[in-house]
């Protein structure tokens, strides 16, 4: 498990997450290149800034949990993507 509270946790090079196992993101996540996730789960309450490409899982924490990503967002066919409300594009 890799988990970010209320820190900023940076991947010089990007970052893969390729086997099962979580990502928690309750402060600000960034990589100088694409998050790929591959397996897993990335879930919180935070911030990605990065180019995020997902085939596994992404979940906001709590009922009212929100993923802020600054970056570009591509959900692949074998992905699972939860989010019960709005989601913004811009």
């Given at each position: 498990m890799?988990?970010?509270?209320?820190?900023?946790?940076?991947?010089d090079?990007g970052q893969?997450?390729?086997?099962e196992?979580?990502?928690?993101n309750?402060?600000?996540?960034s990589a100088?290149s694409?998050?790929?996730?591959?397996?897993?789960?990335?879930?919180?309450n935070?911030a990605?800034?990065?180019?995020?490409?997902?085939?596994?899982?992404?979940?906001?924490?709590?009922?009212?949990?929100m993923?802020?990503i600054v970056g570009?967002?591509?959900?692949?066919g074998s992905?699972d993507c939860?989010?019960?409300n709005d989601?913004?594009?811009?």
């Amino acid at each position: 498990m890799i988990e970010v509270q209320n820190n900023t946790l940076s991947f010089d090079n990007g970052q893969s997450q390729a086997a099962e196992g979580t990502i928690r993101n309750d402060g600000l996540l960034s990589a100088g290149s694409s998050i790929y996730l591959t397996g897993g789960r990335l879930s919180g309450n935070g911030a990605v800034s990065a180019v995020v490409v997902n085939a596994a899982k992404v979940s906001p924490g709590g009922s009212t949990g929100m993923i802020i990503i600054v970056g570009s967002y591509t959900q692949t066919g074998s992905s699972d993507c939860r989010f019960t409300n709005d989601v913004v594009t811009r």
